[in-house]
């Protein structure tokens, strides 16, 4: 294989995996919002895109009409759940992503069913080499993942951002202030399931097939693990997150074709996943990169930062 | 033509089988405060100690039960202390402790996987079938029952006559209470986690021995399992098991109704999500309210 290939099909992706990583830190990082069912809203936005696509819409109309589905959808499946409590949420979208799998795999005339399905890529040239379709996947993924970067960024630091941090931290604190838990809820969690049904749309039109196999619970949990090691509640921290598994990934990919286990690699490196997580659950709660301070002009007048609150507690 | 006894008798085996599974998940659930998704690994865990003890052993059901019951209760347990028990301590959120079930699971999902393999096993012990009237029911199914039965007799006598199954309420309703009144809750929290996965081992084996035995055999039941607990209230034994003879006759009701329509019976699941939505809209706490004592 050409190895210029292989490391753009990395970076790809990495974007790829980026979109979906910031997807779920908006819902789990900065609104406390346990999503364990993201395939299903990546799901959405690759059927969404296969879908149109073949009755040749415009790649980018069938891109925003992934999102826009997924965060349709999206609503609709967290709105039972948005005035409980967190785990009813967890259960739901779980149950939703395993429901929806189903519905794919035995409707055939929706996209093959279990045969899948070929799907076109966005954009193409005639007569084009792999690296020039690699070069275009990558300039059209890392558009959209800088899009929704500054859509979250911008986002995650404005009043917005600190009402459903605040919402995350102590619910009956932001609710005594007038702030609508289950509104903010809703809207952080279609606008989540929006990007990673973006996400999903570039996904399949990059990989030019799907079948209902490739989302697996395994495909959420991965992107769990993107967050939680890279840092929840920042954006760097999921972007950083993403581009570290997809590194392990690859690393494992070339060291079990050298080193032979007594284990079967395939198993293995879920296992390794499994222990990580509960690893950096039990001793890094935070990640590797740490949440930023909320800095407002009023804050620091007032208490000069958090040192205030600190000594009074000690 | 439906044989409409049939369906009814199905429905009392699905529903034994939901509640077998679902006691144990509905109690750790009421206790830690939290689901543990790695309940599904239990089931799975604990087919394949019984299937160790009843296939290339060959001792038969009753020791592998037995066995299995054991075995996984205490790999339950040792799950709590090692990983649910400090998090806890390090005062880990809600959202930390599901996403730890759910590592957990994968570590024991892809360990098994590793060990027995991917290739669905089978139970080879072939169970007599009786013919009553209409109904047909197989041995498997008696004991099925029976150990649906005899299991709610035990948990009900336990939960109410004895030291353990009173602390267990009392952590149940109010930790803090209970903790001032001298039970010492980390203990019985551990107990409920050996009983709780040794009972899904007990429902492992016997979905195992109906079907087949794979490192995914608890995850196919875990959504009707979760249903049935959320159904029959948090924490509450006698809600789960008027909530596991719904589920299981919606299901059963719902197979023939797939079929009339024409439609894929797989999405027998469906069904059980539909209740979960529905319990979640209509009466987020279940049947708990139904129940007081629990």
Not at chain 1, 114 to 139: C, E, F, H, K, Q
């Amino acid at each position: 294989m050409d190895p210029l290939v292989y490391i753009l099909d990395f970076i790809v992706l990495v974007g790829i995996f980026s979109i979906f990583s910031l997807s779920l830190n908006i819902e789990f990082g900065f609104a406390g919002l346990a999503n364990f069912g993201k395939v299903a809203f990546v799901l959405i936005g690759a059927y969404t895109y296969t879908l149109l696509s073949n009755i040749n819409v415009p790649f980018f109309l069938c891109l925003i009409a992934g999102a826009i589905a997924s965060a349709i959808i999206g609503f609709f499946v967290s709105l039972p759940t948005l005035k409980l409590r967190e785990d009813y949420l967890a259960i739901v979208v779980l149950a939703f992503g395993e429901i929806l799998k189903i519905i794919v795999k035995s409707e055939g005339w929706i996209a093959g069913g279990v045969w899948g399905t070929p799907v076109y890529p966005a954009i193409s040239i005639a007569g084009s080499s792999t690296r020039l379709d690699m070069a275009i996947n990558i300039a059209l993924v890392y558009v959209c993942l800088f899009l929704s970067f500054l859509l979250l960024q911008l986002l995650t630091n404005s009043p917005y951002g600190r009402v459903i941090r605040a919402i995350r931290e102590d619910e009956v604190a932001a609710e005594a202030l007038g702030k609508n838990r289950a509104k903010y809820r809703a809207q952080v969690f279609a606008l989540g399931s929006a990007i990673a049904g973006l996400g999903g749309g570039l996904f399949a039109q990059y990989l030019q097939f799907i079948d209902p196999y490739m989302f697996a619970p395994m495909l959420t949990f991965t992107i769990w693990i993107m967050v939680l090691l890279g840092g929840p509640a920042n954006n760097w921290g999921a972007l950083l997150g993403a581009g570290m598994v997809q590194l392990f990934d690859r690393g494992a990919n070339i060291a079990k074709d050298y080193v032979t286990l007594p284990i079967d690699p395939g198993n293995l490196q879920y296992i390794i996943y499994g222990v990580l997580i509960i690893l950096v659950l039990l001793y890094r709660p935070q990640g590797l990169l740490k949440e930023s301070q909320v800095k407002t002009k009023a804050g620091e007048s007032i208490f000069n930062g958090r040192d205030f609150a600190k000594n009074k507690g000690d | 033509m439906v044989n409409w006894a049939q369906v009814f008798v199905n429905s009392g085996i699905t529903g034994s089988l939901y509640l077998i599974g679902a006691v144990g998940l509905t109690l750790t659930y009421g206790l830690s405060k939290f689901p543990n998704f790695a309940h599904a690994e239990f089931i799975t865990l604990g087919a394949f100690f019984g299937y160790i003890v009843a296939e290339p052993l060959g001792l038969g059901l009753p020791p592998s039960l037995i066995v299995a019951f054991l075995v996984t209760g205490l790999v339950g347990l040792l799950c709590y202390r090692v990983i649910f028990q400090p998090l806890s301590k390090k005062g880990a959120t809600l959202i930390h402790l599901m996403v730890a079930s759910i590592a957990l699971g994968l570590v024991l999902r892809y360990s098994i996987g590793s060990i027995w393999g991917w290739e669905p096993l089978y139970f080879k012990t072939s169970w007599p079938s009786f013919d009553i009237g209409i109904i047909r029911i197989t041995g498997l199914w008696i004991w099925l029952i029976f150990v649906a039965i005899t299991l709610s007799i035990i948990m009900h006598l336990i939960l109410v006559h004895t030291r353990i199954g009173k602390a267990i309420r009392a952590t149940k309703s109010n930790p803090e209470l209970a903790l001032a009144s001298g039970i010492n809750i980390n203990r019985v929290i551990l107990v409920t986690w050996f009983i709780g996965a040794g009972l899904a081992a007990v429902a492992g084996i016997f979905r195992a021995a109906n079907t087949q035995i794979w490192p995914m055999t608890g995850w196919d039941i875990i959504l009707p399992i979760f249903a049935v607990a959320i159904l029959g209230g948090i924490g509450n034994f006698y809600g789960s098991i008027v909530a596991a003879f719904i589920i299981g006759l919606a299901e059963n009701l719902g197979v023939v109704a797939l079929m009339t329509l024409g439609l894929s019976t797989s999405y027998r699941i469906a069904i059980a999500f539909i209740i979960l939505i529905l319990t979640l809209i209509i009466r987020p706490e279940g049947l708990a309210m139904l129940f007081r004592r629990s």
